[in-house]
C-alpha cells in the first residue's frame, strides 16, 4: 500500500520555466512533508518542508503548496535552472518520526 | 543541518558474506535511521536506532540480518547479513538535527549512501 505516491516519473522543463512536481498521500494521519533532491551517486538533500497547519511555504526559488482537503502537495521551482536537474522525492512524517516516501520525480531542465 | 559521512561509499561482495556499514554524524543526535533504496525504487526505513536502546525495525527487516549498533550519540553501523544479490542497492543513514532546533525532529539528514553490489 502506497501511502505517498509520485504519479510522475518524469518531468521535462525548459529553464527559466516553472517546474512543478506532485505529489499525492493517503494518510490523514501525516502531519509533515519534505522534498528532497537527490543526484546520482548522493545521498538525498533536504530542500523545503510545510507543516501540515500551513497551506504554503517559500525559499527561494522553491515553493511548496499543500491542499489537505485533497491530500495533495506540490513543489514549484521558479525559474528552474539547468542544475535542478535531478531526481525529486516527497516524504510524509506523523508523530513516530518515520519518513515515508514517494517514488521520486525525475526532473530534466533543458538550457 | 548536520554533516553525515558514511563508510565505505562503495563496495563489490560475494554472496553469502557480510558487509559492515558506518555512518558518522558531526553532533551529538538522538535518533540515527538506516534506509535503503533498490535499484529504481524509492527510499524504504530499515530501521530507526536510538542510543542505548535496541533498533527498532520495519515490517520486512529482521535483526538478524540486518544487525544495528549505536554505541554513542554520534555513530552507528548496519550490517547486511549473509548477502544475496537482491541486497544490491543504496543503503543510507540519516538523523534530525540536534535537539532544541525548529522542526528538529521531523526534519531528517541524509548521509552520502553506501553502494552495495552483490555478486
Known amino acids: 500500500d502506497q501511502q505517498v505516491k509520485q504519479n510522475s516519473p518524469s518531468l521535462s522543463v525548459q529553464e527559466g520555466r516553472i517546474s512543478i512536481l506532485n505529489c499525492d498521500y493517503t494518510n490523514s494521519m501525516f502531519d509533515y512533508f519534505l522534498w528532497y533532491k537527490k543526484y546520482p551517486a548522493e545521498g538525498p538533500t533536504f530542500l523545503i518542508s510545510?507543516?501540515?497547519?500551513?497551506d504554503k511555504n517559500e525559499d527561494g526559488r522553491f515553493t511548496v503548496f499543500l491542499n489537505k482537503s485533497a491530500k495533495h502537495l506540490s513543489l514549484h521551482i521558479v525559474p528552474s535552472q539547468p542544475g535542478d536537474s535531478a531526481v525529486y522525492f516527497c516524504a510524509a512524517s506523523s508523530l513516530t518520526g518515520k519518513l515515508i516516501f514517494g517514488q521520486g520525480t525525475t526532473l530534466q531542465v533543458k538550457p | 543541518s548536520a554533516v553525515i559521512s558514511q563508510k565505505p561509499s562503495r563496495d563489490i561482495c560475494q554472496r553469502g558474506t557480510s558487509l559492515t556499514i558506518q555512518c558518522q554524524v558531526d553532533?551529538?543526535?538522538?535518533?540515527m535511521f538506516w534506509y535503503r533504496q533498490q535499484p529504481g525504487q524509492s527510499l524504504t526505513l530499515i530501521a530507526t536506532?536510538?542510543?542505548?536502546?535496541?533498533?527498532?525495525?520495519e515490517s520486512g527487516f529482521v535483526i538478524d540480518k540486518f544487525p544495528i549498533s549505536r554505541p554513542n550519540l554520534t555513530f552507528s553501523t548496519l550490517t547486511v547479513s549473509n548477502m544475496s544479490p537482491e541486497d544490491s542497492s543504496i543503503y543510507l543513514c540519516s538523523t534530525n538535527l540536534p535537539p532544541g532546533l525548529p522542526m528538529a525532529q521531523e526534519t531528517q539528514y541524509f548521509g552520502p549512501g553506501t553502494r552495495l553490489l552483490v555478486l
Open positions: 536506532a536510538n542510543q542505548g536502546s535496541e533498533a527498532t525495525y
Open positions: 553532533s551529538q543526535v538522538t535518533m
Open positions: 510545510i507543516s501540515s497547519i500551513k
